[in-house]
């Protein structure tokens, strides 16, 4: 506390000798047996800054001038005749109220800022903008925040991560607080890591099953545990990282959608897959973003069915090195929700066509036995689709996929066939490909397996 500047400091010292500045006018003296603290030059009398700051005059009579000096002696008491010969009354009123300890404690340095005594970044924050005077400071602070809003907005990245950071940023996401406030649950504490209470700073942040997360990307950020997650984002703001900024909300999101998945869903993604597809899902915002504008995309995209209709994503793979093939499908619902899916193997049938066809006429039959009445078949094949649509197949080699295709379309109340480009059939892709490792089939009801999560997530981005 008490090394000088010298007289070529290097930047790092300059900025810990500034901060040290801080540290030392925030922190105050905690009694204990009185002997190391100087009576005129320390800051110990709660309320007051040094009494040589203040003008107190010094008096030679005690030597050496330290605070157990003004105790009754031998024992912990204040000798009050002392102290009024000493100061005035209201000083005397003041160092009366500090408790004595009956034990021999040392004197102790304490952060005079927070109740607890420790100190953290925020709390200094705080103490520095008061001593600033309260209309710079207001005034510097609504600057920062302007400053810190233009740039939420102003960042590349999906709308809906956007929203979702303006969200985050006023707390009015369903974190376990806001949701005990609203009187849904009776506990706030972390489901994640059971041992604090889960705001939103603490389920994006300070949380212990995302520390490493933080660690890796953004190991600049100053972590304290007081820090809301405005006060996070705004210091990469006001270091001028701005653009660290969209790594900052993509990252929370993605953690945030990693908790919800385990709070509904008692799946726990690994953070590593998380940041995998913050990665991929900013880099291909980047690239969309350049080539093809928004209104184009939506053909490209997945987008889910009409209200009342389910929607099955069908694909094919061929995998010739083991002389098989498999098929995939996906049913969704009107908000994408994933109602079942499967991977199956299938002897490799002769072109591509004929896969797709199987394919087709294999998820059929799943929603058949689902009891689907409104349907909507989409397959990335546009020949298998054209030709589904028009009859004009029904006499050709594959004739007979498409007649018994057509034949389990007339179960259905309402089945349609549509085409889709093969951005919006990665999911059934992704199953089709998966079927490699599966012996026959494997089918999953109301849950995302994990070979296509990160894809779902995609296309719920998109
Ligand atoms: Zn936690």
Request: glycine share 6%; charged share 20%; net charge positive.
């Given at each position: ?5 010298g ?18 006018a925030?922190?105050?003296?905690r009694?204990g ?7 005129w ?15 107190v005059?010094?008096c ?5 001038p ?5 105790f009754?002696d031998?024992?912990?008491m204040w000798d009050i ?8 009354p ?18 102790r ?8 005594g420790e100190?953290s ?7 520095i ?5 309260p ?6 602070n609504m ?7 233009k ?7 999906p ?25 849904v649950i ?8 059971l ?7 603490h389920?994006?942040?300070h ?5 490493d997360?933080?660690?890796?990307y953004?190991?600049e ?10 006060d ?10 701005a ?24 799946i ?9 597809s913050v990665h ?13 504008r928004?209104?184009i995309?939506?053909f490209?995209?997945w987008n ?8 099955l ?9 083991w ?16 109602l079942m ?5 299938e ?15 294999r ?10 009445s ?8 546009l ?12 006499n ?5 996929i498409y ?17 889709v ?13 998966n ?11 109301n ?9 779902v997530?995609f296309?719920?981005?998109?």
């Amino acid at each position: 506390m008490k090394a000088g500047l010298g007289r070529n400091p290097s930047f790092t010292w300059r900025g810990i000798w500034e901060a040290r500045k801080w540290l030392e006018a925030g922190c105050r003296w905690r009694i204990g047996n009185g002997r190391t603290v100087h009576i005129w030059q320390d800051q110990w009398i709660p309320g007051h800054i040094s009494l040589v700051a203040e003008g107190v005059r010094g008096c030679e009579g005690l030597n050496p001038p330290l605070v157990d000096s003004l105790f009754v002696d031998n024992v912990r008491m204040w000798d009050i005749q002392k102290l009024r010969s000493l100061f005035n009354p209201s000083l005397v009123s003041d160092i009366l109220k500090i408790p004595l300890c009956s034990d021999n404690v040392e004197d102790r340095r304490v952060w005079a800022h927070e109740r607890n005594g420790e100190f953290s970044v925020r709390s200094c924050y705080r103490f520095i903008s008061s001593q600033a005077g309260p209309q710079i400071a207001e005034s510097s602070n609504m600057q920062a925040q302007q400053k810190f809003w233009k740039h939420l907005w102003k960042m590349k990245v999906p709308n809906k991560l956007k929203i979702f950071a303006w969200h985050a940023c006023k707390d009015s996401l369903p974190t376990a607080v806001n949701l005990v406030k609203r009187k849904v649950i009776p506990n706030a504490t972390c489901r994640m890591c059971l041992s604090e209470e889960e705001n939103i700073a603490h389920a994006i942040f300070h949380c212990g099953a995302v520390q490493d997360l933080w660690r890796y990307y953004l190991p600049e950020l100053i972590r304290d545990k007081q820090m809301s997650l405005v006060d996070l984002a705004m210091q990469l703001c006001e270091r001028n990282m701005a653009g660290k900024m969209c790594t900052f909300f993509a990252l929370a999101w993605g953690l945030w959608y990693r908790r919800n998945k385990f709070v509904n869903d008692q799946i726990l993604l690994g953070t590593a897959s998380v940041a995998e597809s913050v990665h991929v899902l900013l880099r291909s915002h980047a690239q969309v973003s350049i080539k093809i504008r928004s209104e184009i995309l939506k053909f490209y995209k997945w987008n889910p069915p009409s209200a009342g209709s389910l929607k099955l994503n069908v694909d094919a793979a061929t995998f010739p090195g083991w002389d098989k093939a498999g098929v995939g499908a996906v049913l969704r619902d009107e908000k994408g929700r994933i109602l079942m899916a499967f991977s199956r193997a299938e002897i490799l049938l002769k072109g591509s066509e004929s896969l797709e066809l199987l394919a087709i006429f294999r998820g059929m039959q799943q929603c058949v036995t689902m009891g689907v009445s409104h349907l909507v078949v989409e397959s990335d094949s546009l020949l298998s689709i054209d030709a589904l649509n028009d009859d004009s197949m029904t006499n050709s080699l594959l004739g007979v996929i498409y007649y018994e295709i057509k034949k389990l379309a007339s179960c259905f109340v309402l089945c349609l066939f549509s085409h889709v480009y093969r951005e919006g059939n990665r999911v059934a892709h992704k199953l089709a490909r998966n079927a490699c490792k599966v012996d026959s089939m494997e089918v999953w009801w109301n849950s995302i397996p994990d070979c296509i999560s990160q894809t779902v997530w995609f296309d719920e981005c998109l």
